[in-house]
């Protein structure tokens, strides 16, 4: 169903006993079709602010020099204009959908964008780099942006925001604002698991990775965040690409990648609830993205898919970023029968349905 909604923020103060009810600069925006969930009208979030890997990363790799990126087709086909934006999907990526539910902005771009409008720091943007991980050597290995440079670009940002709308303001817009985490499949998938490992097991590993995710939640609350949500880690061992090279013949399902996503997700639960027990005026969630997605990989029919153990690009068993490009590989007529876009990451359809179960889920612990 079409659906427009003009939000006009303003800020109101009350006592301080009150939320403070925000907005800075009164700005029309339109939301785009296929509402996943109704939102309640007493809900105001001023911007979404997104930290991660590739499954939220909109383009900030781009201009860089790595295989970490996919500024061109076949990848971002269904997005608008069919234009390839960087984005690792046919079209949008669940960003890009949680900005659009709570009635922002239609899309989330990316930080790094040189086309960047001013006027869209003030709603939100994502510094999200493909090949991003928790433990720094994963991202060495990818080329990409770092959660420590990630950072950096965010105090670039906060600067940015203060000169248009000063201290005081971008304080309140910090405070309210929705900070996104998703990060940890790389360090599993692309580190752990496919390269040597003389100094940690699975278990010291993924505690590693769960501490430096409960440092960087810290950290976003140092900087005044108050509604932070940190994602555990998708069942890996499910992922095309995963099962063509160590699935074997039949490619099935890896379990001890499952597995060690499922102990990653233990422990970075822990860490996220019991720092959310220490900051009492905060809302910090830990978000099970594992379930919903398996779901999706192991009951196809039951959401109108067709195909869960293969991507929609090329032969479906392997390719993603270069290897999925107009001159090698052809794309599956008909995208929505497809759980995964590529061999690694899902089609905008399965982001829907997943964006859709979370919100449903955790709606009313958001706020």
Request: charged content about 20%; some cysteine.
């Amino acid at each position: 169903m079409e659906r427009r909604r003009s939000l006009h923020h303003h800020i109101i103060s009350s006592s301080s006993s009150m939320f403070w009810c925000i907005l800075v600069l009164e700005l029309l925006f339109m939301t785009t079709t296929n509402a996943l969930v109704n939102i309640p009208d007493n809900i105001s979030v001023p911007a979404v602010i997104v930290f991660g890997d590739s499954i939220v990363d909109a383009g900030n790799n781009d201009d860089m020099i790595t295989e970490a990126r996919c500024n061109y087709p076949p990848y971002g086909i269904d997005f608008d204009g069919g234009v390839p934006t960087g984005r690792f999907s046919n079209g949008k990526v669940p960003t890009d959908m949680l900005a659009e539910e709570l009635g922002i902005k239609p899309t989330l771009p990316a930080y790094r964008d040189p086309n960047l409008k001013q006027e869209e720091l003030l709603t939100g943007v994502t510094f999200a780099s493909g090949g991003a991980g928790y433990v720094p050597l994963t991202t060495k290995i990818a080329g990409g942006i770092s959660l420590p440079q990630q950072l950096k670009l965010f105090d670039e940002y906060l600067e940015r925001l203060k000169g248009m709308v000063g201290e005081e303001r971008t304080k309140i817009i910090i405070e309210n604002s929705l900070f996104v985490v998703i990060c940890g499949s790389n360090d599993i998938a692309n580190n752990f698991f496919a390269l040597p490992q003389f100094k940690y097991d699975v278990a010291s590993f993924t505690a590693l990775m769960a501490d430096n995710a409960r440092s960087f939640a810290t950290t976003l609350y140092g900087y005044g965040a108050r509604r932070i949500l940190v994602f555990g880690a998708p069942p890996l061992g499910c992922v095309p690409s995963q099962r063509t090279v160590a699935g074997g013949p039949r490619r099935e399902c890896v379990v001890r990648f499952n597995d060690a996503c499922k102990l990653f997700n233990t422990k970075l639960s822990a860490n996220i609830d019991g720092l959310s027990r220490t900051l009492h005026d905060s809302t910090l969630l830990y978000i099970d993205i594992y379930t919903p997605l398996l779901d999706l990989i192991l009951n196809p029919q039951q959401y109108g898919f067709k195909v869960s153990n293969k991507g929609c690009c090329g032969t479906g068993l392997i390719e993603v970023t270069q290897l999925c490009n107009n001159y090698t590989a052809t794309v599956c007529p008909r995208r929505s029968d497809y759980v995964f876009w590529d061999s690694f990451h899902p089609t905008e359809r399965a982001y829907r349905i997943i964006v859709a179960k979370l919100l449903e889920r955790y709606l009313n612990r958001f706020f």
